[in-house]
């Protein structure tokens, strides 16, 4: 008998995206950017702050931002004029698409970067406003992070407890994300010109989405979600969760070396052994059950 669901589907979906990525990883970047808020005096896309890219293989960190590119060009320790700010924007944002048209067929790993609100987009038409030529990367090479776990594990996989979905599961699975910045705050920091905040901002962000990445495709991420969330309330959902449950392994296991464990060793014992593991799951289909 085969048991699934359109939900063990979604999450089978999910979790050989992952393995690919895993597989893929020399070819894998993660990007994550900074921007000024979305609201703004002048009526206009937001201006690119801080655009930070990790390689998922030797684990280093690029980054294009206007504390670096002011700093190359000796207005670190001025106030920015709107003409100052367009120049260096314009210059790490030359220098991201240079990274970019050198990486174009890489696998691009992102944190809901999908619309012209927070996207790929914006910065495509920041860089043409300033007279730039963006390069485009191709849709099939563009993941959303955030929506592989929610295919994983469900749209319950974290709770926004004010900092974002991002740091709150960061957090959770004890990655230290200090210097990370919550959205609104790289905004308060650009209107206070801490350029240098957001700069390090945007890289503890790719670190840490690295960081899941690498955890959940492991499968060792820890997530807020129940198992009948990820796995679906249905009996093919115990069952998937069963299967994959540690005790599964153990029953597996001890079904295999039972014939020849009894013949050496005949003894009442064995039945305890067997039992210990079916009584965890029982367990745990009754909290199911009442849940």
Same mark, same amino acid.
């Given at each position: 008998?085969?048991?699934?669901?359109?939900?063990?589907?979604?999450?089978?979906? &999910?979790?050989? !995206?992952?393995?690919?990525?895993?597989?893929?990883?020399?070819?894998?970047?993660?990007?994550?950017?900074?921007?000024?808020?979305?609201?703004?005096?002048?009526?206009?896309?937001?201006?690119? !702050?801080?655009?930070?890219?990790?390689?998922?293989?030797?684990?280093?960190?690029?980054?294009?931002?206007?504390?670096?590119?002011?700093?190359?060009?000796?207005?670190?320790?001025?106030?920015?004029?709107?003409?100052?700010?367009?120049?260096?924007?314009?210059?790490?944002?030359?220098?991201?698409?240079?990274?970019?048209?050198?990486?174009?067929?890489?696998?691009?790993?992102?944190?809901?970067?999908?619309?012209?609100?927070?996207?790929?987009?914006?910065?495509?038409?920041?860089? #043409?406003?300033?007279?730039? #030529?963006?390069?485009?990367?191709?849709?099939?090479?563009?993941?959303?992070?955030? =929506?592989?776990?929610?295919?994983?594990?469900?749209?319950?996989?974290?709770?926004?407890?004010?900092?974002?979905?991002?740091?709150?599961?960061?957090?959770?699975?004890?990655?230290?994300?200090?210097?990370?910045?919550? &959205?609104? =705050?790289?905004?308060?920091?650009?209107?206070?010109?801490?350029?240098?905040?957001?700069?390090?901002?945007?890289?503890? #962000?790719? %670190?840490?989405?690295?960081?899941?990445? %690498?955890?959940?495709?492991?499968?060792?991420?820890?997530?807020?979600?129940?198992?009948?969330?990820?796995? &679906?309330?249905?009996?093919?959902?115990?069952?998937?969760?069963?299967? %994959?449950?540690?005790?599964?392994?153990?029953?597996?296991?001890?079904?295999?070396?039972?014939?020849?464990?009894?013949?050496?060793?005949?003894?009442?014992? !064995?039945?305890?052994?067997?039992?210990?593991?079916?009584? &965890?799951?029982? #367990?745990?289909?009754?909290?199911?059950?009442?849940?």
């Amino acid at each position: 008998m085969t048991f699934d669901s359109p939900r063990l589907a979604e999450r089978r979906q &999910g979790r050989n !995206t992952l393995l690919y990525l895993l597989h893929q990883r020399t070819k894998v970047r993660i990007i994550h950017y900074a921007c000024e808020s979305f609201i703004n005096p002048y009526d206009r896309t937001p201006r690119i !702050t801080s655009v930070s890219i990790y390689d998922f293989d030797n684990k280093q960190v690029e980054s294009f931002s206007i504390h670096l590119s002011a700093q190359e060009m000796g207005l670190v320790n001025k106030n920015l004029s709107e003409h100052e700010l367009d120049i260096v924007e314009r210059d790490l944002l030359t220098k991201f698409y240079k990274y970019i048209r050198a990486n174009k067929s890489c696998k691009w790993i992102h944190w809901k970067m999908k619309d012209f609100t927070y996207g790929f987009q914006v910065l495509e038409l920041r860089f #043409k406003s300033l007279k730039g #030529k963006p390069v485009k990367i191709q849709h099939e090479n563009k993941y959303d992070l955030s =929506e592989i776990l929610r295919q994983v594990y469900s749209n319950n996989f974290e709770v926004n407890d004010g900092t974002g979905k991002l740091l709150a599961l960061a957090k959770r699975n004890g990655f230290k994300s200090i210097r990370a910045l919550r &959205g609104i =705050e790289e905004a308060e920091a650009f209107s206070r010109q801490e350029y240098q905040l957001l700069h390090h901002s945007t890289q503890k #962000k790719v %670190e840490g989405l690295a960081f899941i990445l %690498e955890e959940a495709a492991q499968g060792n991420l820890k997530v807020a979600a129940r198992f009948y969330h990820i796995y &679906g309330s249905n009996f093919p959902g115990f069952v998937r969760w069963a299967m %994959e449950h540690p005790t599964y392994s153990i029953l597996s296991m001890i079904a295999t070396l039972y014939p020849l464990y009894s013949i050496l060793f005949p003894s009442k014992q !064995t039945i305890l052994i067997t039992v210990a593991p079916v009584i &965890g799951i029982l #367990k745990e289909l009754l909290n199911f059950i009442a849940s």
